[in-house]
Antibody
Framework: EVQLVESGGGLVQPGGSLRVSCAAS????????MNWVRQAPGKGLEWVSY????????YYADSVKGRFTISRDNAKNSLYLEMNSLRAEDTAVYFC?????????????WGQGTTVTVSS | QSALTQPASVSGSPGQSITISCTGT?????????VSWYQQHPGEAPKLIIY???DRPSGVSSRFSGSKSGNTASLTISGLQAEDEADYYC??????????FGPGTKVTVL
């Protein structure tokens, strides 16, 4: 079964750091570009970051640029999001999503999400 | 990033058709055919229902259709059913190689 499973969420203090992971199964992550999308409690979806299949291209939303770093380990079939200088407004469910080929907004497989809470 | 606009809510009776708009600029919606729509039920992950303005993934009901005119993309749900009650989000590629979601539209089936 094709599946994405996020992990690593939790409670962190403002200014702290956290790394969330996304494990792929049922397919080879190495052939897909990936995105992170988040959703604050009771709010809409927000695109966070993109990484190409070979890690050559990385893009970030202005709201996280300079604080978050996307990376991947294709050998481990895993995607990561390193989050630093966390703020209360980063509190959200973080989803990883698989992009289909060259279709820029076509994300066909999503994880169930991992919850990050930034609070003192 | 640019912001897209969607109506906060749309409602309709079973069997009716409804349309949700997604308005951007020439730097996003108007400049590319890379506009998709996602359906999200409470507590679930989003589900792709339309990509590249008007294409439907396999397995998605033909009651869902998409179009675009200028800077506005639209999602139409025909033959509205109770199961269509959900939040709907548009997303567009932008001129600075980022993606941007609309704020979402809550669809209520009366």
């Amino acid at each position: 079964e094709v599946q994405l499973v996020e992990s690593g969420g939790g409670l962190v203090q403002p200014g702290g750091s956290l790394r969330v992971s996304c494990a792929a199964s049922g397919f080879s992550l190495s052939t897909y570009s990936m995105n992170w999308v988040r959703q604050a409690p009771g709010k809409g979806l927000e695109w966070v970051s993109y990484i190409s299949s070979n890690s050559n291209l990385k893009y970030y939303a202005d709201s996280v640029k300079g604080r978050f770093t996307i990376s991947r380990d294709n050998a481990k079939n895993s995607l990561y999001l390193e989050m630093n200088s966390l703020r209360a407004e980063d509190t959200a469910v973080y989803f990883c999503a698989r992009r289909v080929g060259a279709y820029l907004t076509r994300m066909d497989v999503w994880g169930q999400g991992t919850t990050v809470t930034v609070s003192s | 990033q640019s912001a897209l606009t969607q109506p906060a809510s749309v409602s309709g009776s079973p069997g009716q058709s409804i349309t949700i708009s997604c308005t951007g600029t020439s730097s996003d919606v108007g400049g590319y055919n890379s506009v998709s729509w996602y359906q999200q039920h409470p507590g679930e992950a989003p589900k792709l229902i339309i990509y590249d303005v008007s294409d439907r993934p396999s397995g998605v009901s033909s009651r869902f259709s998409g179009s675009k005119s200028g800077n506005t993309a639209s999602l139409t749900i025909s033959g509205l059913q109770a199961e269509d009650e959900a939040d709907y989000y548009c997303i567009s590629y932008t001129s600075i190689s980022t993606l941007v979601f609309g704020p979402g539209t809550k669809v209520t089936v009366l």
